[in-house]
């Protein structure tokens, strides 16, 4: 098992990234560069973890299941409002990705 640590790196960020996560800052959303960076990290990486578990059937019909379940809506609309923003805009991305791998296999 890997131990908590923390490394300092250099990185090099678009300056456009860059301008978003201070937008977050300031709206206070995220108190400093360092903790947007990590979370959005995070938010990326359980990302892809989902893209790959969706490309199981078995996960998707499962997750397709679970989606019929009451406490899952209540869960959601007892969930703070960035949290639901960040899954939409989550959502939103992932349907613009289909939308173009779709409109590419049809060309």
Request: glycine fraction near 2%; charged fraction near 40%; include cysteine.
């Amino acid at each position: 098992m890997k131990s908590n640590r923390n490394i300092q790196i250099h990185l090099s960020i678009p300056s456009k990234y860059l301008d978003q996560i201070e937008e977050l800052m300031e709206e206070k959303r995220i108190p400093s560069k360092t903790q947007a960076i990590q979370f959005l990290i995070r938010i990326g990486l359980r990302m892809d973890e989902f893209k790959v578990k969706c490309d199981n059937p078995e996960f998707v019909r499962e997750l397709d299941r679970e989606w019929r379940v009451e406490e899952i809506i209540d869960w959601i609309d007892n969930m703070p409002h960035e949290q639901r923003e960040i899954i939409g805009r989550a959502w939103e991305i992932s349907k613009r990705q289909r939308d173009r791998e779709f409109n590419a296999k049809i060309r």
